[in-house]
């Protein structure tokens, strides 16, 4: 059974940092591209970072410089150091593992979300 969970949302002062940890189980961690995406209250499902297999990072404009990304495949982890918080980055934060064969995704599998939520 495919399991994602996601821990480490919470409540941030602005300028604030937090850490989110995603831990995967029931399929092969290694080859699967992991990503963290966000929604706020009212809007669209948005992609904030990801790390594929070898581990070169990608990063929404948005978050670039204040967010990394980060796996450990020896113990199904992906991870999100999220620094100088903003009050927009206020969002439910999604795990997301897919698979991919060349640049097809083939499949994709989401956790339950962790709220975060940045205010004074």
């Known amino acids: 059974q495919v399991q994602l969970v996601e821990s480490g949302g919470g409540l941030a002062r602005p300028g604030g940092s937090l850490r989110l940890s995603c831990t995967a189980s029931?399929?092969?961690?290694?080859?699967?591209?992991m990503s963290w995406a966000r929604q706020a209250p009212g809007k669209g499902l948005e992609w904030v970072s990801g790390?594929?297999?070898?581990?070169?990072?990608y990063y929404a404009d948005s978050v670039k410089g204040r967010f990394t990304i980060s796996r450990g495949d020896a113990k199904n982890t992906v991870n999100l150091q999220m620094n100088n918080l903003e009050p927009e980055d206020t969002a439910v934060y999604y795990c997301?593992?897919?698979?991919?064969?060349?640049?097809?995704?083939?499949?994709?599998?989401w956790g339950q979300g962790t709220q975060v939520t940045v205010s004074s």
């Open positions: 997301q593992a897919a698979y991919y064969n060349g640049d097809t995704l083939q499949y994709d599998y």
């Open positions: 029931g399929f092969t961690f290694s080859h699967y591209a």
């Open positions: 790390i594929v297999s070898d581990g070169k990072t």
